[in-house]
Nanobody, 121 residues
Framework: QVQLVESGGGLVQPGGSLRLSCAAS????????MGWYRQAPGNERELVAT???????NYADSVRGRFTVSRDNAKNTMYLQMNSLKPEDTAVYYC???????????????WGQGTQVTVSS
């Protein structure tokens, strides 16, 4: 099996910063695309940022210029550096990964359990 575990969430004041991590473990051969998504109460889950294995990134318009996604392929870990946080960034943040496992030759999509980010004064 494969597990994704997010960490780094918490309470921060507007204008502050947080760094989220997503660590993948288990029977992993390789990981292709990874991404961060978020879901605020009453809203649909939305894309925040994605990153390919080679490092190509994509951002939602609402976070471009404030958030930076990165990954360490050797550690099977993805990061999200969030700066200039706003109250509207408050949500549960989930990581997603397209994993080639050791028992299958095709991608399997996995999700983490989520980490709460609250931006409030």
């Amino acid at each position: 099996q494969v597990q994704l575990v997010e960490s780094g969430g918490g309470l921060v004041q507007p204008g502050g910063s947080l760094r989220l991590s997503c660590a993948a473990s288990g029977r992993i051969f390789s990981i292709n695309a990874m991404g961060w998504y978020r879901q605020a109460p009453g809203n649909e889950r939305e894309l925040v940022a994605t990153i390919t294995r080679s490092g190509t990134t994509n951002y939602a318009d609402s976070v471009r210029g404030r958030f930076t996604v990165s990954r360490d392929n050797a550690k099977n870990t993805m990061y999200l550096q969030m700066n200039s946080l706003k109250p509207e960034d408050t949500a549960v943040y989930y990581c997603n990964a397209a994993v080639i496992t050791t028992w299958a030759t095709y991608e399997i999509e996995y999700w983490g359990q989520g980490t709460q980010v609250t931006v409030s004064s």
